[in-house]
């Protein structure tokens, strides 16, 4: 059976990687809507060796669409995935609009399949952050075996998860440093090429900023609302590819060694061992990568049971849209 596929927010970074993955995954549709802002309407899209005409999601009422792949911002989510699940289809929404909602499903499909079974409350699904997905997906075989007490995490995140903007400011930065050009951040807070800025989003009341509140959350809805989780998030001037440096409290014995053989057993992750010829991995060598890779697995002695690890992963992909067509993926799999 095929189906009817619509990409919102089509012509962000996002939505681009979202259509080249559906169909290099060979996902089954009959059709595929590429949808953005009336802005961008009548510009053109790849879908494989094809060209979409983009058209304006104002004007779109998702008749006869089963499924949507939606990645335009909260705000514009917020209007439109409760107007496409109301004409039928099952909204799977990139954004931070629904993530939090006790009635939407926040899924990843190698952590929690079975909080799909609750879609039809209201038709959403929820892409979780990017960085919370990468995480996840390296704590859950370990959780399966030693509970995880709590998780310290510092990340160090590429500027795509801003969107195409934040890139081309990283871009025109870096080559106006070599021509004493002065520097004019508008996408971040400070300037970002030659220079890490320790904030993502905006800070909350306690200090933290909204990002580091995100994996936190999400880590517990996901995951287990037990795990006591300290998240510190940074922008680094990366193109693609977050990283992460993730140290694990666990209620039982595990070993860096033990935790080795789980992962080189568990689905979606790829383990890099310190004797192996790569070492670890950087961002810079997974850009375009499917998978969680892992790498300087080490145990942590100031702790009864510790565990250090460096993640990192496409946020493109599988911190975004690989996430989302795996989603659906399962769903047409089990559900639909």
């Known amino acids: 059976m095929g189906y009817k596929v619509a990409v919102v927010g089509a012509t962000g970074n996002v939505g681009r990687e979202m259509l080249a993955t559906l169909h290099e995954r060979a996902f089954p549709v009959t059709d595929v809507v590429a949808l953005a802002s009336a802005r961008s309407a009548g510009a053109e899209v790849s879908f494989g060796d094809d060209d979409l005409k983009v058209q304006d999601l104002e004007k779109c009422d998702f008749k006869g669409v089963d499924i949507v792949l939606s990645s335009p911002g909260a705000k514009v989510s917020a209007v439109f995935a409760p107007r496409a699940a109301a004409a039928g289809a099952v909204v799977i929404d990139n954004t931070s609009q ?29 892409n979780p952050n990017c960085s919370t997905i990468q995480m996840v997906v390296a704590l859950k075989p370990l959780h399966d075996v030693a509970r995880i007490k709590r998780v310290v995490v510092s990340t160090y995140q590429s500027v795509s998860g801003a969107g195409k903007e934040a890139m081309d400011e990283l871009f025109s930065q870096t080559r106006g440093v070599y021509m004493n050009a002065t520097p004019n951040p508008s996408e971040f807070t400070k300037q970002i090429a030659f220079n890490v800025i320790p904030q993502i989003d905006v800070f909350m009341d306690d200090g933290m900023t909204k990002e580091e509140w995100k994996m936190v959350a999400e880590t517990k809805k996901i995951l287990d609302p037990a795990i006591k989780v300290c998240a510190n998030c940074v922008r680094v001037p990366v193109f693609i590819g977050h990283s992460e440096m993730v140290n694990v409290e666990f209620e039982t014995e595990l070993s860096a060694d033990a935790a080795k053989k789980i992962w080189s057993r568990a689905p979606g992750i ?8 790569m070492g670890y991995v950087t961002p810079a060598e997974i850009a375009g990568e499917d998978n969680v890779f892992i790498s300087r697995v080490r145990d942590d002695a100031s702790v009864d049971y510790g565990l250090n690890f460096w993640c990192v992963a496409d946020n493109l992909r599988k911190g975004a849209a690989l996430n989302a067509i795996q989603i659906a993926e399962t769903l047409v799999r089990e559900y639909l």
């Open 98 to 126: 629904f993530r939090m909602d006790p009635d939407v499903p926040l899924v990843v499909p190698e952590v929690n399949p079975q909080a799909l079974a609750g879609y039809k409350k209201k038709n959403i699904i929820a």
């Open 270 to 277: 790829t383990l890099i061992d310190l004797e192996s010829d």
